[in-house]
Every structure is written in structure tokens, then in C-alpha cells.
């Protein structure tokens, strides 16, 4: 991931004079809450991270859920087949085989995507490494995980509240790397208590 979308994020609230922001991201916009808030706090009152991933790759100590063959196999069948791709791996990320409904809605979403901008997506977001930016976070943040999932697994959500100064988390009891759709009610609830905090 480059510098470009924390900037995005800068720019609307400097546009819009925002202040006392509650960012809340999901996978991969977590990383870019962390990186507009990291550059400019005065404008955040908190961040959400809603299963995050600073990388997914596993190093040394470090176990994002990835090896480096995983994540170019992974991509290498994206290139190949984008719709095959998206059939197998939407269940996957949401998880809760039970509920086949969940993972139709998330492969409709991916083949609506344009297969060019999935791409660079994905690379952009699999080959990312934002670890050494989560100590430089100074704002109230809340990191939100699943109890099961195979994209950010729950030892990467320990990782990022041990790296952010003052974070706190909450583990939901639910399955899946999409859990304000597999688990909407117990997301709202974490991210509402985590809003209505004494400042």
C-alpha cells in the first residue's frame, strides 16, 4: 500500500474541517486509518480497526496467517481467473460454511469489481507491510477481531493492541474476516461502547 490513501482520508477532513474523528476500518482500511492518524492525530478521536492486518505475510517471530508462497499463489491465481478466484476464496474470507448465503453476497461483490483494480488491489494490500507504523499511533483506538478467521488470524489482532500504545480490544465471538456481516449486532455494540467512552 503507498502513501496515497491516508492522504485521501487528510484530505476529506481538511476539506470537510473535521475534527474529532472516529475512523472505522475494515481489513485493509485499518491500515488506513492508522497511517492518516499516525500523520495527523489533532484531526482523530479514535480509530476502529475492525480485523485488522499491519501484514499478512508470516516473519520470523511475526505469524500473519501467510506464508510468502501462500500470498503468490493466491495471486497468481487472481491473475489467472479472476471470477474462479473469486468463487473460491469469498467463502473462504467470510467463513460460516452454515450460512452459504453470506459467502454468495461477498462473490457477488468481488465479480462486480473490476478484475484490473482487484488486482492491483489485492497486491497492494497482500504485500503491504505496515508494522513498524501501528507504535507511532497516539489516539484512543479500538481493535475489534473474530475469534476465527482465516485472513487475520487472532493472534494478529493481539499483535496490533500490543504495538498501539493504550489500544484495547475486543474479540467477538463470531467466525470470519467480515463480521459486521456475519455478526453485525455484537460489531455495532464493540464499536458503540468504544464511541460512548469517557474523553
Not at 488506513?32 to 476502529?48: C, H, S
Not at 489485492?122 to 501501528?134: E, K, M, N, V, Y
Not at 488470524?153 to 475486543?170: D, F
Request: net charge negative.
Amino acid at each position: 500500500m503507498d502513501r496515497h490513501p491516508p492522504v485521501d482520508v487528510l484530505d476529506i477532513c481538511r476539506e470537510l474541517e473535521l475534527t474529532e474523528v472516529t475512523f472505522v476500518g475494515h481489513s485493509v482500511a485499518s491500515m488506513i486509518g492508522v497511517l492518516a492518524a499516525a500523520r495527523e492525530p489533532e484531526r482523530f478521536a479514535g480509530l476502529v480497526l475492525l480485523v485488522p492486518s499491519p501484514c499478512y505475510i508470516d516473519d520470523r517471530e511475526y505469524r500473519g496467517g501467510f506464508s510468502r508462497d501462500d500470498i503468490e499463489e493466491l495471486l497468481k491465481s487472481l491473475d489467472s481467473n479472476y471470477l474462479g478466484w473469486s468463487a473460491r476464496m469469498a467463502p473462504v474470507i467470510m467463513g460460516n460454511p452454515e450460512r452459504p448465503e453470506l459467502g454468495e453476497e461477498l462473490t457477488n461483490s468481488f465479480c462486480r469489481t473490476d478484475p484490473a483494480f482487484a488486482r492491483s488491489f489485492a497486491r497492494a494490500t497482500f504485500l503491504s507491510g505496515h508494522r513498524a507504523d501501528l507504535s507511532a499511533v497516539t489516539v484512543p483506538t479500538l481493535v475489534v477481531d473474530c475469534r476465527q478467521d482465516a485472513i487475520a488470524p487472532p493472534q494478529v489482532g493481539r499483535y496490533v493492541t500490543a504495538q498501539i500504545p493504550g489500544s484495547t480490544q475486543v474479540t467477538l465471538d463470531a467466525t470470519g474476516h467480515c463480521p459486521q456481516l456475519s455478526a453485525p449486532e455484537a460489531t455495532v455494540q464493540a464499536i458503540a461502547a468504544f464511541s460512548r467512552r469517557p474523553r
